[in-house]
């Protein structure tokens, strides 16, 4: 790091500093399979929830999209991508809750945290999130757990992998956005880097917290 870069990054850490409480609670991240497949994709995603867990976010949600692509060769993206993430996770600081999804929207592997919970949900989109949601919803209604009438949106929301609406979006690279979380993050603010995944660095993503402390978010008014 060069002397003016680490200037800058101690500048936008004390700007950050004085308005802790317009920090995102939770943070959005999507990534392709690609960046995480990446010889530095892993170990960048270590170091961002890291910075991530020391700056006091609460909640990170990543979701890794992976390609339409054969489904042999998709499997085993899946298997390789579950088996990384679960290994770096379990090598985190105790206090990191983490839960780990795959493309079928069940759980892979969980751990409890103190206060810092990351969700990561690889290939399981928001559209089969609420369909799996509404599919759970008519299967109770079907059984008489729970009436017809009684349906609202906190029912909904009750039966989502991710219960928490996210403060912001962010896409790695400038491409476009996948269709995760599409309840949750219906009032999100969204980021797009200049960089690719593996080429970011602790300065973009305290740019982006400085970014979000400055917008003036009207939730859909």
Known sequence: ???????????????????????????????????????????????????????????????????????SLRKEMVSQLTDKLQYLFSKMPKEIGFEIYGVDGEPKNKRAGSWFLVYLSIGFGGRSEITKAVKSILSDVKSGKIKLNDINEN?????????????????????????????????????????????VRKIEILRILRDFQKRKRRFGK
């Open 1 to 71: 790091m060069d002397i003016i870069t680490a200037l800058y990054e101690k500048y936008l850490l004390r700007q950050i500093a004085k308005a802790p409480h317009t920090l995102p609670e939770h943070m959005t991240l999507v990534l392709s399979e690609t960046d995480l497949l990446n010889s530095d994709g892993i170990s960048k995603l270590k170091f961002f929830v890291l910075w991530c867990y020391k700056l006091d976010i609460k909640i990170i949600s990543i979701y890794v999209d992976i390609l339409d692509t054969h489904e």
């Open 155 to 199: 029912v909904i929301e009750s039966r989502l992998l991710v219960k928490h609406e996210t403060d912001i979006v962010i896409r790695a690279g400038g491409k476009h956005l996948s269709d995760f979380l599409i309840w949750q993050s219906v009032y999100s603010e969204l980021y797009f880097t200049d960089v690719n995944w593996y080429d």
